[in-house]
């Protein structure tokens, strides 16, 4: 069965350090794989991808994430938290037809 | 260029009732989804289309119903509201990657 985990409920950091969201999967083959972010009452927005290629892929407002096939994590980084980046993060999986969502991190950085 | 758009909003539903969910999209997106949204428990697939004629049950498709008769709409149907329907609805289109989100309905059955 094809499975996302995301390990922490929230995660808080102060405003101008480093975050990361953590974020680990279980598919058969190969994992597309995606972070989204989602604002109080909004839907989910699209932050960036790993299809194939480089395993440091880089996304929208300032957002990384690392590929690791041997640990199957696709961690979601960056270099220096803003108090707007505070939201629900959700990681997602593509297997054929169909996405799976891990249950989503709430980040609150804190000024 | 509007996106994904959802109607309604906000609706409340007596059990028993039924209501359609509405849900279109302006970028010819062949696939289309719905997902449901509980506190704590991420997005669940109820339904998906990979074009105008053609859908499938996700994970939690009990108590629902989809067509697609056209590429742009994808109408989500509840039949004999149940309280376990309470939650918030969002309808995302999909190019073969990423997929983008409407605004969301937030249902409550009582």
């Known amino acids: 069965a094809q499975s996302v985990a995301q390990p922490e409920d929230q995660v808080n950091v102060a405003e101008g350090n480093p975050l990361t969201v953590k974020c680990t999967y279980s598919?058969?083959?190969?994992?597309?794989l995606f972070w989204y972010v989602q604002y109080p009452n909004r839907g989910l927005q699209f932050l960036l991808k790993?299809?194939?290629?480089?395993?440091l892929v880089k996304g929208s407002y300032g957002f990384e994430a690392e590929f690791n096939k041997s640990q199957t994590s696709f961690h979601l980084k960056k270099p220096s938290a803003l108090v707007s980046d505070s939201a629900l993060y959700f990681c997602a999986v593509r297997v054929g037809n169909q996405f799976y969502f891990g249950t989503g991190t709430s980040l609150t950085v804190i000024p | 260029n509007a996106g994904v758009t959802q109607t309604p909003k906000f609706r409340i539903l007596k059990i028993g009732q039924s209501m359609t969910l509405q849900c279109a999209q302006d970028m010819n997106h062949n696939y289309m989804y719905w997902y449901r949204q509980d506190p704590g428990m991420g997005l669940k697939l109820i339904y998906y289309?990979?074009?105008?004629?053609?859908?499938d049950k996700g994970e939690v498709p009990n108590g629902y119903n989809v067509s697609r008769s056209t590429t742009e709409d994808f109408p989500l149907r509840l039949e004999l509201a149940a309280p376990s329907q309470t939650s918030v609805y969002f309808c995302a289109s999909s190019t073969q990657y990423e997929q983008y989100f409407g605004p969301g309905t937030r249902l409550t059955v009582t």
């Open positions: 289309s990979v074009g105008a004629g053609i859908t």
């Open positions: 790993y299809i194939t290629g480089d395993n």
């Open positions: 598919v058969s083959g190969n994992p597309y």
